[in-house]
């Protein structure tokens, strides 16, 4: 009879003691990537030979308002990167869109002056 009492009372110890434990919950874990800066990359791909200065304005947005978003990396479809990191491996693939870009920013010191 002690013994069942005894183990009785361990048991409901060790249900008190775990309860805390199984009341926890899940967190979810969310990813801040961005369909639409994903989409503005594929734009600037797109433009950067036909359309340079459409390819520069996409590409000034995506700094202005997409820059530490993250996107899916070129180099590995299970990491994401932020999208400064894209548009500066762009920039160094694309030497056109970069001289583009460095044409309108003298222009514009120029224009300060």
Request: glycine fraction near 8%.
């Amino acid at each position: 009879m002690a013994v069942r009492r005894w183990l009785v009372f361990g048991l409901i110890g060790a249900a008190l003691v775990s309860a805390p434990a199984g009341a926890q919950q899940l967190g979810v874990v969310a990813v801040d990537e961005s369909p639409t800066a994903t989409q503005l990359l594929g734009q600037v791909s797109e433009f950067v030979v036909g359309n340079p200065d459409e390819a520069a304005r996409i590409v000034r947005r995506l700094f202005s308002e997409f820059r530490t978003r993250l996107v899916v990396s070129a180099a590995d479809a299970d990491l994401f990167v932020p999208v400064e990191v894209r548009v500066a491996d762009l920039l160094r693939e694309q030497p056109e869109l970069r001289q583009r870009l460095r044409q309108e920013a003298q222009g514009g010191a120029h224009q300060l002056l």
